[in-house]
């Protein structure tokens, strides 16, 4: 419950609160950004309807986030804790409140009212101009709605403000509160005993509100609560200043410090004081109660008068602690502090004790004391390790185990001193340094250590591939070289052995490997030519003048019976249209002949096309079109475009020229 009620008492966290005028700005801005903005008269009609739908449903709908959000965040009276409900009466009127908030959530369900209706009557719709106009009624109701709301969301703008400098004070917490006439020193024992910084002067209502501050006390947090001075009349006539500290000692359970100047330089005598602690007793019930003499190193108890020291013996006998302390000096301020918080701890405790349900368990509790059965008298038995432990006389467990650790060590060196030295990797590599590699065989663990530098059998079909070599298979290999060596030496692989149909064959196979080469050629400049595909007449006449170009070398006239072998190989290829070309001598060398392909594929490369020629006659007419092709051309250079075909479009509204929304002004800068 405590962190339940925390949380509910984070006032800084509350949403700002912004005012009609800028709240329209907000809304209506935020609907032009997020919704739709062109339309068209010839839409068809329920596309226009649900243009102008969406931005009332748009618009109603972050209305009433944010007037919800006001709603929700603003504490409830009836949900949080009653100190803060009456510090709130107290100062903003409890009243004006919640008639505030009030108008605030009527305001929020007559613009969902609003929009309900005109979203029905946006259904009939029957043009875009009335759909226009039905948008601009409803928008313009709801802003009319707002500018009402002005006074109330000033007024809690203000209470925002406020409460967020509020400090932040939990009710359920150990809590000292400090109350008394004005000037009294509450401010300065506040300063002596926390970190607080709480203003202190010489004059009266230096403090206007609440201060808090937070101490240390058994380990324990305990909040430190600075209340604004008191004077001695009637409640009614209190103002907003003293009704915070009335609050404060109503709502809190706290141990209440009444604070007290005997040297009256407060300006109250000591009677008044002794008669505004009677009037605020009331408040004082179920409260630890402190009396703290203050100023001590002015004034003492044996400094007043006899009556006046049997009123402070009368309280005393009532129960009410009094504690005399300076907080010029110091004196007295930790006594009283630790007296203020011994008697919290010790009520709450009784409080605690008196709970039905602690009540019921204690019963269930026995404690049982055991009965001696005989005069012998039997000690406390103290082990006397643990004796000796308390005495100081025997390391403790963390030195013994470092004792061990210690031995330990020792023999491990003495061990390892005793191996012989081996060398590592890493000695071998700062040793040869560029020279080293890593020997991944030399730690491989084999039943036989000579082993590992052997070579890795080949499996193949699950077999041993040394199992099927032959053993002399060394032998009969220098055994055949031999022989070949013999079978060169009596000429047997010479040229000059061979006969003519050998030599004939000889001749057609080196021309078959000269005509591959040539093809192989032709198809890798086909291949990487990027030129349009040509009408088949066109293809023809390219080729002929290509292959006339191939026939000026010249040929030899027993070439004809090779050609005529020739045709078969190349059925395919003379089919395709391609014409073949007289061979060259078969007597001719390589070299001669792979020269000359690339002479013939050079000519070919640098020959003009006849499609370029395009039928002009002469220079001038081919220069008068080339000019022309360029005026052509023109045109679509200035667009950026890549061609006739290029009919991309670029950007039509480029960002930097469009971005948000027109104004109803000019927009012939844009």
Known sequence: VSLEMSKSYNFKSITVVPTAKDFVDIVLSKTQRKTPTVVHKGYAISRIRSFYTRKVKYTQQSFHDKLKTIIDEFPKLNDIHPFYADLINVLYDKDHYKLALGQVNVACHMIDNIAKDYVRLLKYGDSLYRCKQLKRAALGRMCTLMARLKTSLAYLEQVRQHLSRLPSIDPNTRTLLLTG????????????????????????????????????????????????????????????????????????????????????????????????????????????????????????????????????????????????????????????????????????????????????????????????????????????????????????????QREDKRIRDELHEKLHGALPERKLQRDLQAELREDFSVDLRGEWDLLDPNWRYDSIPEILDGRNVADFIDPAIMEKLEELEREEEEREAAGEYDSDSEDDDTKIIRARARIVRQRRKLLHVISQKKRTRNAPVLPKAARQRLELARLKRLSTKKTRGNDSDMDEDMDAYEGSSSRRERSRSPLRNADDDDEDFGSSMEAAARRKSNAPSLRAEGGMMTKVLKARAKKLQHLGSRKLNQDGRQGEADRRIGTKMPKHLFSGKRGNGKTDRR
């Open 181 to 400: 006439f004005p000037n009294v020193g509450k401010s300065s024992f506040v300063n002596r005993i926390t970190r607080a910084d709480v203003e202190v002067q010489p004059y009266a209502f230096t403090t206007k509100s609440l201060f808090v501050g937070h101490t240390d006390f058994k380990y324990l947090r305990w909040q430190v609560i600075d209340t604004p001075g008191i004077l001695d009349h009637p409640l009614e006539n209190r103002n907003t200043i003293e009704m915070q500290a009335i609050t404060a000692l109503a709502h809190l359970r706290a141990c209440v410090l009444y604070v007290m100047d005997l040297s009256e330089q407060c300006d109250f005598t000591i009677d008044q004081q002794f008669s505004l602690f009677e009037n605020i007793k009331p408040l004082f019930s179920n409260k630890p109660l402190v009396i703290v003499i203050n100023k001590i190193d002015t004034c003492t108890l044996d400094d007043i008068t006899e009556a006046q020291r049997n009123q402070f013996q009368e309280y005393e006998r009532q129960g009410i602690s009094i504690v005399s302390m300076s907080t010029l000096t110091g004196v007295g301020v930790s006594e009283a502090k630790t007296a203020a918080c011994e008697k919290l701890l010790a009520d709450r405790i009784e409080i605690k004790s008196r709970n039905p349900a602690l009540q019921s368990n204690i019963n269930a509790l026995r404690v049982s004391l055991p009965k001696p059965r005989d005069e012998k008298v039997r000690p406390a038995f103290v082990p006397e390790g643990a004796e000796t432990k308390r005495r100081g006389r025997v390391a403790t467990k963390g030195r013994s």
